[in-house]
């Protein structure tokens, strides 16, 4: 669905609470968001534009101009742009999580969803262009996101001065994850390579050859070729 002007704006609390509840029930850990995949976890098949019937093809485009759900199904246009069908997918699971038949609401939902405003700001984005290369976002989502989110953080500064519980649950959701994954990767780099006997037999080979002593390290292993009679 493509992002039209707010009539209302929308309560936060309980819109960061379903967000962070699909975040931990999908296991969402990194962004952008892989919107295809959620779809699937949700139980949904996904079809290009171009397998729906002439009839079906204009219903769709009356509904959507990149993606929308039909029954069980997300049909998307395939030559759409990718962060205007990601919105789009965002919005038409909105109005399933939200329960909700707003388009307002659909379209807040997709826009939080996708870029929450906590994370905009622990990511230091100043420009809709640092927020279209993390959150995956069209320009036009992006800039949209940036002002949404300079009015939220105006609101905290002056008002809360700190962001609501599950946006800070949600912070936490994501750091955590980040934090799992650095370990995971360390570990990998410091995992110490160990030869095997065929490569610690052809070194020996070498260093005896050189007329060298052998390493300490391979002193037990030495002694084992002896008893074998490998020399």
């Known amino acids: 669905m493509t992002m039209r002007k707010r009539s209302r704006k929308m309560d936060l609390v309980p819109l960061y609470e379903c967000i962070y509840n699909i975040y931990k029930k999908y296991n969402i850990k990194k962004f952008p968001i892989d919107c295809f995949e959620l779809v699937e976890k949700c139980g949904y098949k996904i079809k290009e534009f171009s397998d729906l019937t002439v009839k079906k093809q204009k219903a769709f485009i009356e509904l959507s101009e990149d993606a929308c759900l039909i029954d069980d199904t997300l049909y998307y246009i395939e030559h759409s742009v990718y962060g205007r069908i990601k919105f789009s997918i965002a919005h038409e699971l909105g109005h399933i999580f939200l329960n909700t038949d707003s388009e307002d609401d659909a379209d ?5 969803f996708l870029a929450p405003r906590i994370m905009i700001h622990k990511y230091r984005c100043e420009t809709a262009d640092q927020i279209h290369d993390i959150f995956g976002l069209s320009y036009d989502a992006s800039n949209r996101a940036l002002m949404d989110y300079r ?61 060298l ?5 391979y002193a037990s292993a030495y002694r084992m070729f002896r008893k074998m009679g490998l020399k």
């Open 108 to 112: 807040n939902f997709a826009s939080h």
């Open 151 to 211: 009015k939220w953080y105006e609101n905290i500064a002056h008002a809360t001065h700190r962001p609501s519980e599950p946006e800070r649950q949600l912070e936490l959701l994501i750091e955590k994850a980040c934090h799992e994954n650095t370990d995971y990767e360390n570990e990998e780099e410091e995992e110490e390579y160990k030869p095997t006997i065929e490569e610690i037999y052809g070194d020996m080979q070498r260093t005896l050859k050189a007329g």
């Open 213 to 217: 002593p052998i390493p300490s390290e």
